[in-house]
Antibody, heavy 117, light 107 residues
Framework: EVQLVETGGGLIQPGGSLRLSCAASGIIVSRNYMSWVRQAPGKGLEWVSVIYSGGSTYYADSVKGRFTISRDNFKNTLYLQMNSLRAEDTAVYYC???????????WGQGTMVTVSS | DIQLTQSPSFLSASVGDRVTITCRASQGISSYLAWYQQRPGKAPKLLIYAASTLQSGVPSRFSGSGSGTEFTLTISSLQPEDFATYSCQLLNTYPYTFGQGTKLEIK
């Protein structure tokens, strides 16, 4: 069974850092395009970042320079390092498999990040 | 960046109704569009990609159409499990923007 499980969310003060993890089973992270998508409470979905199988990365302007997407091939795990967190980063963060112009077909259950003092 | 605007934002309908949701792009995106369904507290589910191709396992009452700047998602006969939020997403260039969502509620 294909599964993505996010961990690492929680309550963090503005300006703080947090690292989200996404453990994959049934798919090989390094052979896929893997994304992070977030959803603020009561709001729509927002694409955050993607890492290609070749290692190229792309970011939304709202997180560029603050967030870093990466992966550990041995652990088959995707990461999102989030620095200089702001209140507007409060959201449920989903990791997902991106199949390019075929959409995003596999999603984790999400992990909640709350940025508040 | 390309913007996607969905209409309506809220839609009230009954079981058995036919409903259509529209997604408009601020510039042409050919057929690089996907539709997702999201139930409360759950992750999105891919319904349609390439504007009109049904994802495996998705019921045939769902259909998508359009190209360029205007796209539609149609549910031919609403079932109780279809009451959810629907979002479009562009797939041709980053950022892969989503529409703001359409919440489909039971009348």
């Amino acid at each position: 069974e294909v599964q993505l499980v996010e961990t690492g969310g929680g309550l963090i003060q503005p300006g703080g850092s947090l690292r989200l993890s996404c453990a994959a089973s049934g798919i090989i992270v390094s052979r896929n395009y893997m994304s992070w998508v977030r959803q603020a409470p009561g709001k729509g979905l927002e694409w955050v970042s993607v890492i290609y199988s070749g290692g190229s990365t792309y970011y939304a302007d709202s997180v560029k320079g603050r967030f870093t997407i990466s992966r550990d091939n041995f652990k088959n795990t995707l990461y999102l390092q989030m620095n200089s967190l702001r209140a507007e980063d409060t959201a449920v963060y989903y990791c997902a498999r991106d199949i390019g112009d075929l959409g995003t077909d596999i999603w984790g259950q999400g992990t909640m990040v709350t940025v508040s003092s | 960046d390309i913007q996607l605007t969905q209409s309506p934002s809220f839609l009230s309908a009954s079981v058995g109704d036919r409903v259509t949701i529209t997604c408009r792009a601020s510039q042409g995106i050919s057929s690089y569009l996907a539709w997702y369904q999201q139930r409360p507290g759950k992750a999105p589910k891919l319904l349609i990609y390439a504007a009109s191709t049904l994802q495996s396992g998705v019921p045939s009452r769902f259909s998508g159409s359009g190209s360029g700047t205007e796209f539609t998602l149609t549910i031919s006969s609403l079932q109780p499990e279809d009451f959810a939020t629907y979002s479009c997403q562009l797939l041709n260039t980053y950022p892969y923007t989503f529409g703001q969502g359409t919440k489909l509620e039971i009348k």
